[in-house]
């Protein structure tokens, strides 16, 4: 079974002065999936914390999915505390979940988030509102599937997962 850690990045959340709407989202997609939660926490916006909380779970997680941090305010650092960590990025991610959420959150271009590789483990980015955890699920849900399924080694064929269209 593949294995998971969500963090769910936010100061007000840390502190317990905000509720987190997001991570139940995360949580609930991953049990739709079947993929184990192995890791699920709540950090603060510092580039040290996540940094950390990501290295650790890469030892253990198959998957490892942020929400939170993304956008340009002072305190949103997650790209900064992970990209220096990526082997492998996966610019496409960001892009469609820009682009993809474009039309109804035209807002979305701000938004900083990606996924890359780290070792053999996939970190997707996505942003801290519930909204956008939800379109970025419906957008990149099939790629976040196949791509632990390429990382894991397992036999794939990308035409039968993603038959041309007519």
Not at 14 to 28: E, K, V, Y
Not at 33 to 44: E, G, N, T
Not at 60 to 84: F, H, S, W
């Amino acid at each position: 079974m593949q294995t998971a850690a969500i963090f769910v990045i936010s100061d007000s959340r840390s502190a317990g002065a905000a509720d987190d709407r997001s991570g139940p989202m995360l949580r609930a997609w991953l049990a739709d999936h079947h993929i184990d939660l192995v890791v699920d926490a709540v950090i603060p916006d510092e580039q040290d914390d996540i940094r950390a909380a990501v290295q650790s779970a890469v030892a253990r997680c198959d998957l490892i999915m942020t929400t939170g941090g993304t956008g340009v305010g002072p305190r949103d650092v997650t790209p900064e505390a992970i990209n220096p960590l990526i082997d492998k990025a996966l610019p496409g991610f960001g892009e469609i979940l820009r682009v993809g959420s474009y039309e109804k959150t035209p807002l979305s271009i701000i938004s900083r988030g990606g996924a890359g590789v780290i070792r053999n483990s996939l970190v997707v980015m996505l942003p801290g509102s519930p909204k956008g955890v939800r379109d970025g699920l419906e957008l990149l849900g099939a790629a976040i599937k196949h791509t632990l399924k390429v990382l894991s080694q397992e036999k794939v064929n990308c035409q039968q997962e993603n038959p041309p269209t007519s």
